[in-house]
């Protein structure tokens, strides 16, 4: 009963509007591929030779990384609120909690990123 409650937890927790980061890179063989991840979850990470397919990866895998995260009795990271700025490109992060993710806990409670 108990692992039913987690799976719909991480269901609707894997739902959230959270910040995706893409990435062309190259296989071993030198063919490019796209990696994709979240920014508030930077090792739930996938991969394809599409953004397409690297996208429908990472929903996958989104599911997976919350569940063993719930069953770990490990915090979710929340979503940050954006606001992109209408005088340029620059992506205001606001989670209005400490970081808990060690590789965004550089960041302030409200942080200003370029986009280029």
Same mark, same amino acid.
């Given at each position: +009963? +108990?692992?039913?409650?987690? =799976?719909?937890?991480?269901?609707?927790?894997?739902?959230?509007?959270?910040? +995706?980061?893409?990435?062309?890179?190259?296989?071993?063989?030198?063919? %490019?591929?796209?990696?994709?991840?979240?920014?508030? +979850? %930077?090792?739930?990470?996938?991969?394809?030779?599409?953004?397409? =397919?690297?996208?429908?990866?990472?929903?996958?895998?989104?599911?997976?990384?919350?569940?063993?995260?719930?069953?770990?009795?490990?915090?979710?990271?929340? %979503?940050?609120?954006?606001?992109?700025?209408?005088?340029?490109?620059?992506?205001?992060?606001?989670?209005?909690? %400490?970081?808990?993710?060690?590789?965004?806990?550089?960041?302030?409670?409200?942080?200003?990123?370029?986009?280029?």
């Amino acid at each position: +009963m +108990m692992n039913n409650q987690l =799976e719909a937890q991480a269901k609707k927790l894997a739902d959230q509007p959270y910040h +995706m980061v893409f990435q062309e890179d190259h296989t071993t063989d030198d063919e %490019p591929i796209y990696v994709v991840n979240y920014l508030e +979850m %930077p090792g739930c990470r996938a991969q394809g030779f599409t953004i397409d =397919e690297a996208l429908a990866d990472l929903k996958e895998l989104t599911y997976e990384y919350i569940l063993s995260y719930l069953e770990h009795g490990v915090a979710v990271p929340k %979503p940050y609120s954006t606001t992109i700025a209408t005088t340029g490109n620059a992506l205001v992060l606001n989670s209005g909690e %400490p970081h808990q993710n060690p590789a965004t806990q550089h960041l302030s409670e409200s942080s200003v990123i370029v986009l280029a």
